[in-house]
Nanobody, 119 residues
């Protein structure tokens, strides 16, 4: 089992920045890819980005490319989502999720943290 807890959400003005954290406990964290997703009210869940288990690769959804950055510290069992140049349309509940390396399904999810961007 991997237990994930997000933190760092809040209210920010458009153009501002926030950094979300995803702290993990349980099995060897370094063997898991960690993805970030978000879901706005009445919208489907959207892929934000992913950090591979080694931390060597990241990829992002088109709507956040160039503005969001994922980093991870396996020694601290934590993955970060740095969000810059925030827009009102970034308002959503943000979730981190983990999948075992070399697999496609995210088996573990955090409870989510609310990010609200005011115009």
């Amino acid at each position: 089992q991997v237990h994930l807890v997000e933190s760092g959400g809040g209210l920010v003005q458009a153009g501002g920045s926030l950094r979300l954290s995803c702290a993990a406990s349980g099995r060897t964290f370094s063997r898991y890819d960690v993805g970030w997703f978000r879901q706005a009210p009445e919208k489907e869940r959207e892929f934000v980005g992913v950090s591979t288990w080694s931390g060597g690769r990241t990829s992002y959804g088109d709507s956040v490319k160039g503005r969001f950055t994922i980093s991870r510290d396996n020694a601290k069992n934590t993955v970060y989502l740095q969000m810059n140049s925030l827009k009102p349309e970034d308002t959503a509940v943000y979730y981190c999720a983990a999948r075992a390396r070399f697999t496609n399904e995210y088996d573990y999810w955090g409870q989510g943290t609310q990010v609200t961007v005011s115009s």
